[in-house]
């Protein structure tokens, strides 16, 4: 068994038994991501290869210890946070590190931003004890769509000023603040004015290598994650895929875990909202049949492995190894590297 999934509103749970046939395997559910059975209740032994139940609790985060006769205990839980106001919000756990360890459900999240969310979304993420939020949108976005009040949070600020990434969000920051369909409803959109989608995206992420201001937000993103007490976080942006997709990544590879399963969590932003960026466009084509502007929105909406290939390419290229990029560019040395296996890394699994 590796994975449970969530069906339409999340009344009900679909667990995958990846096992051989006949594996009996007891299931455990409880509040805390712990690989330990105390606090946990049993939910269902099961040997078929898939099976659906009825959702235990709605209203809380729930993590699942799956215990196989002879193997070791781990963890899983729902990657997709099923909530009423994000298309995105997800859990960045139990991805295996090159050492064969698994990162830690619950304390590392990523998602589209927070101005749409409802009361009970609000209700559920006070429930799971969500204390830190990082918004990597620029002034203009965040005031145009202030994230929702959620209870005990801290919020911090820390803009990568990643134009193209703001682009690919839908925003244009302007004095204005013009957002893409504004502009295609006053019919002042001009594609010409932003060049090739797909090189724009790989530049964006070499940028994100590269820049000052990059650098200083994504810092300062491994000092929250070091301190304990900041935990669970969650870092969003507008929709959570670019500037979100990065930090997402530097954490994930600071862990150890495989490059191609950096690269897969950040292509899953766009299975999450496939059915978002479908609306999206048959709201631009409202305002528009010009091809070129419509394969320019249509590409800026695609989180490509390739994008995120070409990131940790450059980073590569440009400081030698990945490693070397974290230390030099981001501070993350042997030490803070041990610090954050320490955190957030399960001890067995």
Known sequence: ????????????????????HNCKINVYYGYESSNSKQGKRFLLSMTERQMIIKNP????????????NERKNYVISTRL?????TDNFRDCGGYETIEGR?????????????????????????????????????KSEASAAPDKEISDTNTYSLDPNAKTAQLAAGSIDTDKNKSILDLLKE?????????????????????????????????ELIKLILDEQNLPLVQHCRGGKDRTGFGAAIILLALGVREEWVIYDYTLTTQYRVEKNKRQMNLYKKYTKDEKTLTLLSTLQQ?????????????????????????DALGIDQNV???????????EY
């Open 57 to 68: 609790d709605l209203n809380h985060r729930l993590f699942f210890l799956v215990c196989p």
């Open 1 to 20: 068994m590796e994975e449970v999934t969530v069906v339409s509103d999340g009344g009900y749970l679909v667990f995958t038994n990846n096992f051989e």
């Open 102 to 138: 698994r990162v830690k459900w619950g304390l590392l999240y990523r998602s589209d931003q927070l101005s749409n969310i409802s009361e009970r979304d609000v209700t559920f993420l006070e429930n799971m004890g969500l204390k830190t939020i990082v918004d990597y949108r620029s």
């Open 337 to 347: 590297k041990e610090k954050l296996k320490e955190i957030f890394l399960y001890e």
């Open 81 to 85: 946070v099923n909530l009423d106001g």
């Open 187 to 219: 019919h002042k959109f001009n594609p010409e004015k932003y060049g090739d989608p797909e090189e724009n995206m790989y530049k964006e992420y070499k940028k994100f290598i590269h820049s000052d201001s990059s650098k200083k937000a994504y810092r």
């Open 303 to 327: 989180s490509k492995a390739i994008y995120m290939e070409t990131a940790i390419n450059e980073m590569k290229k440009t400081y030698g190894s990945i490693d070397s990029y974290l230390k």
